[in-house]
């Protein structure tokens, strides 16, 4: 049982994938995300996506000609999606290991799910290694809930006030509203967010 296995080891979330235990997965690229996305003029920009899971967006930057783009997971089963959907997605930019590891420098940081997976305690590592992940004043985009959640997470959800505490250190806090073109069991419960890296 995944559940024996602590959420903070990547034998946590390999089992879930073995197991299909993945209610998070909505099984295509996410719309605000993509919506985002098809804006984007330069090709060329190194993109990651932490947490990436089964990488819906990835595939549809690989083939809308974004050629940096890194994902970073440390269930290897996640990738299974991603390699079989894009065979030519570069291996070397499929990044199995913790992200609190990596290192370089990217333009943009796509969040989905990720940021909500990690024990609350981890938050402010997280918005610090983003920040030092990023080029001055390079992009953390993407999706966090809007809502806290009853249950034990993971997920772990949060607000918009604590969001800004926690980010604010790190980034200029550019949009951080309600999501409108979420999909439909999200509308209303997300955030779409853009925030611009403070030079680290
Ligand atoms: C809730 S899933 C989200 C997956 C994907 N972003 C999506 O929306 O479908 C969280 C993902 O983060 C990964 N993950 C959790 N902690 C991690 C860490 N420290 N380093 C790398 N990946 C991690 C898990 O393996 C899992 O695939």
């Given at each position: 049982m995944s559940q024996d296995r602590p959420v903070t080891t990547a034998d946590y979330w390999e089992k879930r994938y073995q197991d299909q235990d993945t209610p998070w997965d909505i099984g295509y690229a996410s719309p605000p995300l993509i919506h985002y996305l098809e804006k984007l003029k330069e090709r060329g920009q190194?993109?990651?996506?932490?947490?990436?899971?089964?990488?819906?967006?990835?595939?549809?930057l690989h083939e809308n000609g974004f050629p940096n783009v890194f994902v970073c997971d440390w269930a290897p089963s996640a990738f299974e999606r991603l390699k079989d959907k894009a065979p030519s997605f570069p291996e070397s930019q499929m990044l199995v290991s913790d992200f609190f590891g990596l290192e370089g420098r990217f333009d943009l940081i796509?969040?989905?799910?990720?940021?909500?997976?990690?024990?609350?305690e981890k938050r402010p590592a997280y918005a610090k290694k983003v920040q030092s992940l990023l080029q001055p004043h390079g992009w953390l985009v993407g999706l966090l809930f809007a809502h806290?959640?009853?249950?034990?997470?993971?997920?772990?959800?949060?607000?918009?006030?604590?969001?800004?505490?926690?980010?604010?250190?790190y980034f200029e806090i550019v949009t951080l509203r309600v999501a409108d073109d979420s999909i439909a069991p999200r509308a209303g419960r997300e955030l779409f967010i853009e925030m611009r890296a403070l030079p680290s």
């Open positions: 190194r993109i990651l996506l932490p947490g990436a899971g089964r990488a819906y967006e990835a595939v549809w796509l969040e989905q799910t990720f940021f909500s997976a990690l024990p609350p806290t959640f009853d249950h034990q997470g993971p997920p772990y959800g949060g607000t918009a006030a604590g969001y800004e505490a926690l980010f604010r250190p």
